[in-house]
C-alpha cells in the first residue's frame, strides 16, 4: 500500500475557508439552518467548519447534530460482519428547516442515501443539502451530487482516500492510499 | 466490528462477557432509536419473525413484538392457546410448518425448560429464549444487567440480591449467570422451600432474612410468586409469605440507604413488594421495560447479521 498526500495542510485549510464562505453566503444568520455531521467521519469536518463559521460571524448560534446511518444502510446482512453503530446526538427538530450533510468523503453515495432517510425521523426539513470535503468523481452509485465541494479526485476502485484531522484543529491532511497492482513488487 | 459468538440466544450460559458488552453497546444506540419522533430503522425489512408463545405473557411478547416492528421486521405472532397444538402437534412439526412459509427467526416461550435449546438441534433457523419453563429468560436477565449498568456504570463489586420465588423463576438463573459475569455478588433470598437446593454451587449465598439481605445489598430484583407453577403450598399463606418476605416502605426507611429496587413483573402489588415501594423513586420497573425494547432490538439485529446473506 502506497499513500501519497493529495490535499496538503494549506490546501485543507483554504478549501475549509472556501466552504465557510460560501454557507454563509447561502444561509446568512444560519436561523432556519441545521447542520449535520454523518457519523463516523463527517462530524470533525463539522467541528472545523463550526468553528470557522463562529470566527467569520461571532454572532451567529449555529444549530448543529450528530448522525448515525448505520441501521439506515443498505448492505446490513451483506457483509460477514454486523454493522456497528455510533451514537447520533439529534437534540433539535428539522421540521421546516434547511439541512446541510456534512461529510468528509463522497465515494459511492450510499451513505448519504442512507442518512437522506435516516435524516427523515427528527421531521420534515424544507431543504437538504450536501457539502462533502473530497468528491472521488466516476465511482458513484446513486444519483447523488454534492452541494459543497472541497475537491474533487480521481481514484480507483481499491484506493482508499483518508482524511486524517489533527487534534489541534491545524495540519488536516488528505491522502490516497494505492492499493499495489499486481505487477508492482 | 465484533460479532456475537452464538448464532441462536438460548440462554446467558451460553454467551461470553464480550457477547454482553456488545448487546449493551447495541442496545444504547437503539434506545436513542426508540427515542426519536420516528421510532423504526429498516434494517430487517428483509426478515420476518414468529414469535410462539406456547405459554402466557403480556410484556415480553408485547416488547418483542415492538422490537421487531421498529427493526422494521415481518411479525406473525402465535399462542398455543387458539392453536394446532391442541390438537395434538408436535412442537418440531409446528415449527417447521411455521418455518416452511419462510420465517427466518422463531422467538419462543414454552412451559418446558430446555424446549428453546431442544428446537435449535432440531430445525433450521435462529432461535431465541423468551423463557422456557423454571430454566433461563435471557432477555430478561439483559435487561435488568443493563438498567443497572445505566445507574452505576460499571457492575464490579456491586452486591444485587434476589428476593422471592427463585425455585420456580427463570429470571433468577439468567440474573445470576448474567450478574457474575459483569463482576457483581449475588445473594438469594427467600423461604426454604422455594430455594434450589444446590443452587450454591452456582457461587452465590443465600438467606432466609429479608433485612439482614437488604442491609447487605446495593440493588434488590423482587421475584414474583409463580402461583401457577406451585403444585404445593410451598408457604403456609400469602399474607404471610408477604409479611416475611414482602417490601415495604418500612423496611426500606430502616436501611438507611438507598438501594435500587428492581421488578421483572407483574407485579402482585402488596405480595412481594407494596404499591409504595413500587412506586418510589428507588424503582426502576419502568426504565426495565423500555430498556427492554432496546436490549430487544439489539438481539435480534445482531443476530440477524448472522443469518444467511439473502442476495449473492
Same mark, same amino acid.
Given at each position: 500500500?502506497?499513500?501519497?498526500?493529495?490535499?496538503?495542510?494549506?490546501?485543507?485549510?483554504?478549501?475549509?475557508?472556501?466552504?465557510?464562505?460560501?454557507?454563509?453566503?447561502?444561509?446568512?444568520?444560519?436561523?432556519?439552518?441545521?447542520m449535520?455531521?454523518?457519523?463516523?467521519?463527517?462530524?470533525?469536518?463539522l467541528?472545523r467548519?463550526?468553528?470557522?463559521?463562529?470566527?467569520?460571524?461571532?454572532?451567529?448560534?449555529?444549530?448543529?447534530?450528530?448522525?448515525?446511518?448505520?441501521?439506515?444502510r443498505?448492505?446490513?446482512?451483506?457483509?460477514?460482519?454486523?454493522?456497528?453503530?455510533?451514537?447520533?446526538?439529534?437534540?433539535?427538530?428539522?421540521?421546516?428547516?434547511?439541512?446541510?450533510?456534512?461529510d468528509?468523503?463522497?465515494?459511492?453515495?450510499?451513505?448519504?442515501?442512507?442518512?437522506?432517510?435516516?435524516?427523515?425521523s427528527?421531521?420534515?426539513?424544507?431543504?437538504?443539502?450536501?457539502?462533502?470535503?473530497?468528491?472521488?468523481?466516476f465511482s458513484?452509485?446513486?444519483?447523488?451530487?454534492?452541494?459543497?465541494?472541497?475537491?474533487?479526485?480521481?481514484?480507483?476502485?481499491?484506493?482508499?482516500?483518508?482524511?486524517?484531522?489533527?487534534?489541534?484543529?491545524k495540519?488536516d491532511?488528505?491522502?490516497?492510499?494505492?492499493?499495489e497492482t499486481?505487477?508492482?513488487? | 466490528?465484533?460479532?456475537?459468538?452464538?448464532?441462536?440466544?438460548?440462554?446467558?450460559?451460553?454467551?461470553q462477557?464480550?457477547?454482553?458488552?456488545?448487546?449493551?453497546?447495541t442496545?444504547?444506540?437503539?434506545?436513542?432509536?426508540?427515542?426519536r419522533p420516528?421510532?423504526?430503522?429498516?434494517?430487517l425489512?428483509?426478515?420476518? &419473525?414468529?414469535?410462539?408463545?406456547f405459554?402466557? #405473557?403480556?410484556?415480553?411478547? =408485547?416488547?418483542?413484538?415492538? %422490537? +421487531?416492528? *421498529? !427493526?422494521?421486521?415481518?411479525?406473525?405472532n402465535?399462542?398455543?392457546?387458539?392453536?394446532?397444538v391442541?390438537?395434538g402437534?408436535?412442537?418440531?412439526?409446528?415449527?417447521?410448518?411455521?418455518?416452511?412459509?419462510?420465517?427466518?427467526?422463531?422467538?419462543?416461550?414454552?412451559p418446558?425448560?430446555?424446549?428453546a435449546h431442544?428446537?435449535?438441534?432440531?430445525?433450521?433457523?435462529?432461535?431465541?429464549?423468551?423463557?422456557?419453563?423454571?430454566?433461563?429468560?435471557?432477555?430478561?436477565?439483559?435487561?435488568?444487567?443493563y438498567?443497572?449498568?445505566?445507574?452505576?456504570?460499571?457492575?464490579?463489586g456491586?452486591?444485587?440480591?434476589?428476593?422471592?420465588? &427463585?425455585?420456580?423463576?427463570?429470571?433468577?438463573? #439468567?440474573?445470576?449467570?448474567a =450478574?457474575?459475569?459483569?463482576? %457483581? +455478588?449475588v *445473594? !438469594?433470598?427467600?423461604?426454604?422451600?422455594?430455594l434450589?437446593?444446590?443452587?450454591?454451587?452456582?457461587?452465590?449465598?443465600?438467606?432466609?432474612?429479608?433485612?439482614?439481605?437488604?442491609?447487605?445489598?446495593?440493588?434488590?430484583?423482587?421475584?414474583?410468586?409463580?402461583?401457577?407453577?406451585?403444585?404445593?403450598?410451598?408457604?403456609?399463606?400469602?399474607?404471610?409469605y408477604?409479611?416475611?418476605?414482602?417490601?415495604?416502605?418500612?423496611?426500606?426507611?430502616?436501611?438507611r440507604?438507598?438501594?435500587?429496587?428492581?421488578?421483572?413483573?407483574?407485579?402482585?402489588?402488596?405480595?412481594?413488594?407494596?404499591?409504595e415501594v413500587?412506586?418510589?423513586?428507588?424503582?426502576?420497573?419502568?426504565?426495565?421495560?423500555?430498556?427492554?425494547v432496546?436490549?430487544?432490538?439489539?438481539?435480534?439485529?445482531?443476530?440477524a447479521?448472522?443469518?444467511?446473506?439473502?442476495?449473492?
Open positions: 500500500m502506497s499513500q501519497k498526500i493529495l490535499l496538503s495542510e494549506k490546501k485543507v485549510s483554504i478549501i475549509l475557508h472556501r466552504l465557510s464562505c460560501q454557507l454563509i453566503e447561502r444561509h446568512l444568520d444560519f436561523t432556519n439552518t441545521v449535520v455531521g454523518i457519523q463516523p467521519r463527517g462530524i470533525y469536518l467541528e467548519l463550526v468553528a470557522l463559521l463562529k470566527e467569520k460571524k461571532p454572532s451567529i448560534s449555529l444549530q448543529t447534530g450528530k448522525l448515525d446511518t448505520t441501521f439506515f443498505d448492505d446490513f446482512r451483506r457483509s460477514e460482519k454486523p454493522l456497528a453503530a455510533n451514537s447520533t446526538e439529534m437534540h433539535l427538530s428539522i421540521e421546516g428547516k434547511s439541512v446541510v450533510l456534512i468528509d468523503v463522497l465515494f459511492t453515495g450510499r451513505s448519504i442515501r442512507a442518512a437522506l432517510t435516516a435524516i427523515d427528527y421531521g420534515r426539513p424544507k431543504a437538504i443539502e450536501l457539502l462533502v470535503l473530497v468528491d472521488r468523481r458513484r452509485h446513486l444519483p447523488i451530487q454534492p452541494d459543497y465541494l472541497g475537491a474533487q479526485i480521481d481514484a480507483l476502485q481499491g484506493d482508499r482516500v483518508k482524511v486524517v484531522w489533527s487534534d489541534k484543529g495540519g491532511i488528505v491522502y490516497l492510499e494505492e492499493k499486481e505487477n508492482e513488487v | 466490528m465484533k460479532t456475537l459468538s452464538v448464532s441462536h440466544l438460548l440462554g446467558i450460559k451460553y454467551l462477557l464480550e457477547d454482553l458488552h456488545l448487546i449493551f453497546e442496545a444504547t444506540h437503539f434506545k436513542e432509536v426508540i427515542n420516528i421510532k423504526k430503522v429498516p434494517s425489512r428483509d426478515i420476518t &419473525i414468529a414469535n410462539l408463545f405459554e402466557n #405473557s403480556t410484556r415480553t411478547k =408485547l416488547s418483542f413484538e415492538l %422490537a +421487531e416492528k *421498529r !427493526l422494521s421486521a415481518d411479525v406473525i402465535f399462542s398455543a392457546a387458539q392453536s394446532s391442541k390438537k402437534e408436535t412442537l418440531i412439526d409446528t415449527v417447521n410448518n411455521i418455518l416452511a412459509m419462510k420465517v427466518d427467526m422463531v422467538v419462543i416461550r414454552h418446558n425448560p430446555g424446549a431442544f428446537l435449535s438441534k432440531h430445525v433450521k433457523s435462529c432461535i431465541i429464549n423468551a423463557g422456557d419453563g423454571t430454566h433461563e429468560h435471557p432477555t430478561q436477565a439483559l435487561l435488568d444487567a438498567s443497572l449498568l445505566e445507574k452505576w456504570g460499571d457492575l464490579k456491586k452486591r444485587i440480591a434476589i428476593v422471592g420465588d &427463585i425455585l420456580h423463576s427463570r429470571v433468577a438463573l #439468567s440474573n445470576i449467570y =450478574l457474575q459475569m459483569l463482576g %457483581a +455478588e *445473594r !438469594l433470598c427467600a423461604p426454604k422451600s422455594l434450589p437446593k444446590h443452587i450454591k454451587e452456582l457461587g452465590v449465598s443465600t438467606s432466609y432474612d429479608l433485612e439482614q439481605t437488604l442491609r447487605w445489598c446495593d440493588a434488590a430484583n423482587m421475584l414474583r410468586v409463580q402461583n401457577e407453577r406451585m403444585d404445593l403450598g410451598y408457604f403456609p399463606s400469602t399474607r404471610e408477604s409479611q416475611s418476605f414482602g417490601l415495604n416502605g418500612n423496611l426500606l426507611k430502616k436501611l440507604k438507598e438501594i435500587v429496587i428492581l421488578h421483572p413483573g407483574p407485579i402482585n402489588r402488596g405480595v412481594e413488594i407494596t404499591s413500587a412506586d418510589s423513586s428507588q424503582a426502576i420497573i419502568l426504565d426495565q421495560v423500555e430498556n427492554g432496546a436490549i430487544r432490538m439489539a438481539i435480534i439485529y445482531l443476530l447479521a448472522k443469518l444467511n446473506i439473502p442476495i449473492q
